[in-house]
């Protein structure tokens, strides 16, 4: 480049194949300033550098300007014109492109700020917002974010981003494993889209959003896609070579990065996640009292595996049936709570004796019929065991998108091994008081019978004791005649049920209960 001012520093001259490069005409420069070319702001280097020359220096600087490509960087240098007495009557600035220098020298630096920032950064909470932003810097997009691939279930899941409307995030914030997105993020190949060159409809949240280009950029690790760069601009027009080298070699350079960032955080997440366990139990056999048990069961689950809803069954081996004993999370109560062997997923996870793990209930065609319109996406059940004896099924829920892992379902399969033990312990304990109770009727209904000749007293007084160890809405004394008839001679309700029922007569032999009670004693 070359060009010439007088001393009222308009451009009076324009040279070389830099105007034909960068698109524009000798037009765009001839008769005017600095400051009507490039701006007020952009233009106080040139006026700087400019006046200085026009004092008599030699002025060298660097100078860059945006264009639909990117950053562009020029290094100019800036003699005194004279006249033939030696008065300074203009310049001649000599320019060249350095933008592959200055571009190279860019990456070079933000290679290596990264690569320092990244060993002091500690988890993927922190490592993360530094590998966007360095991508951002070098390759002149405006707004971007990283999404993880989930081991387990292949998803894709937005984890990071800047610079993106809320509606755009809420709308790309997760992808399913058979999504176009992912399948082409899998491929682990870079994609540049231009959506000027798509013919998307004016409701679609990518052109809501004013989106011109976007590069999608695999991140592997040891030959397996892990991650991915989404990068996003307003201003350029086009993706052009060295921001597509320079995205790549970020890409390259995190990997490994954030795989240790996992593979860290996944170490603090279970270690904490144990420890955590450690307490349940403590707090679990340490409850004796059965209903407050159930619930604080469910209630670690949920929180323990940072879910939504829980909800526990309990095997009932005389009705073979599982019963909801206990649910947590839900907005309304569920209905028919009752499972069959081998219906829904309790009574499958009865069934096979093992933990299942389901990312979208909705569509699993072994939902139970009761709980078809559950608002359930990912779930997880185990079966509680005490030894070999079933005991019941726990689950929690979450929704979209988060869904469980394996490692998740061994949590809680440690967490229903600690429950069992309570479970069974509060059974001991309600068992030993209510064996301990019967035991202090018995006495007492005993001397009640040797306290009174009065057979009223004393039958009033069997039927408080009997109140005290079964729990009972009315209950009755029955005398059986000679005749074959039981007639009730004492009884107690509450509410009313019945009215009177005094001297109510029932023929034995039509009633199974008495007869067989007559019959074995």
């Known amino acids: 480049q070359r060009q010439m001012c007088i001393r009222d ?23 005017k300033t600095s400051r009507e070319i490039f701006g007020p702001e952009a233009a106080s280097v040139h006026e700087a550098a400019n006046a200085r020359a026009l004092a008599g220096e030699h002025v060298g600087y660097e100078w860059s300007t945006d264009s639909p490509t990117g950053s562009l960087y020029y290094q100019t240098s800036l003699s005194p014109l004279q006249n033939a007495v030696g008065e300074v009557v203009g310049l001649v600035g000599v320019g060249r492109d350095v933008t592959i220098r200055k571009r190279t020298e860019l990456l070079l630096r933000v290679q290596r700020d990264l690569g320092v920032a990244l060993n002091k950064a500690r988890g993927l909470e922190q490592a ?35 610079g993106l409307s809320a509606n755009f995030v809420e709308r790309a914030s997760h992808y399913d494993a058979d999504s176009p997105n992912v399948r082409m993020i899998s491929a682990g190949n870079p994609v540049y889209v231009l959506y000027d060159q798509l013919d998307l409809p004016p409701e679609d949240f990518r052109r809501q959003e004013g989106l011109r280009a976007a590069a999608f950029i695999p991140v592997l690790y040891e030959g397996r896609v892990i991650a991915c760069f989404n990068l996003a601009s307003r201003m350029l027009s086009t993706v052009n070579d060295f921001s597509r080298t320079t995205i790549e070699a970020i890409a390259t350079q995190v990997g490994s990065v954030i795989a240790r960032a996992k593979v860290e955080e996944e170490i603090r997440r279970r270690t904490s996640q144990l420890e955590s366990l ?9 409850q004796l009292d059965l209903d407050a048990l159930l619930q604080s069961i469910v209630a670690h689950a949920v929180a323990l595996l940072e879910a939504k809803r829980g909800a526990l069954y309990l095997y009932r081996p005389e009705k073979e049936h599982l019963e909801l004993v206990v649910t947590s999370g839900f907005k309304k109560p569920l209905v028919n709570p009752v499972l069959k062997r081998g219906e829904g997923l309790s009574g499958k996870v009865w069934e096979t004796g093992a933990p299942l793990i389901l990312d979208d209930y909705r569509h699993w065609s072994g939902r139970a019929d009761v709980y078809r319109d559950l608002p359930a996406t990912a779930i997880v059940g185990v079966p509680v065991y005490w030894g070999e004896e079933f005991l019941g099924a726990l689950n929690v829920t979450a929704g979209p998108p988060r869904t469980f892992s394996h490692a998740d379902a061994e949590l809680l399969k440690l967490l229903a091994t600690q429950a069992a033990i309570a479970i069974r312990n509060a059974n001991l304990f309600l068992a030993e008081r209510q064996q301990r109770a019967l035991t202090e009727a018995l006495e007492e209904a005993a001397a009640a019978v040797n306290s009174t000749l009065d057979p ?46 005094s001297n109510a007569v029932f023929p034995v032999a039509d009633y199974a209960s008495l007869a067989q009670m007559m019959r074995t004693g």
């Open 278 to 286: 450690r307490q349940v139990g403590l707090d679990l056999t340490a």
């Open 128 to 162: 993360l917002p530094l590998c966007i932003k360095a991508a951002l810097q070098i390759s002149g997009f405006d707004s971007g974010g990283i999404y993880l691939l989930d081991d387990a279930t292949g998803a894709m899941k937005l984890v990071y981003h800047t």
């Open 9 to 31: 520093r308009r451009h009076t001259g324009v040279f070389g194949r830099w105007v034909e490069k960068t698109g524009l005409t000798p037009e765009t420069f001839l008769g």
């Open 456 to 501: 009223t007293q004393v039958l009033d007084r069997i039927l408080e004791q009997v109140e005290r160890v079964v729990a009972s809405d009315a209950c009755n004394i029955m005398l059986v005649e000679e005749t074959g008839i039981a007639r009730i001679v004492r009884w107690r309700e509450h509410g009313n049920l019945y009215g009177d029922v």
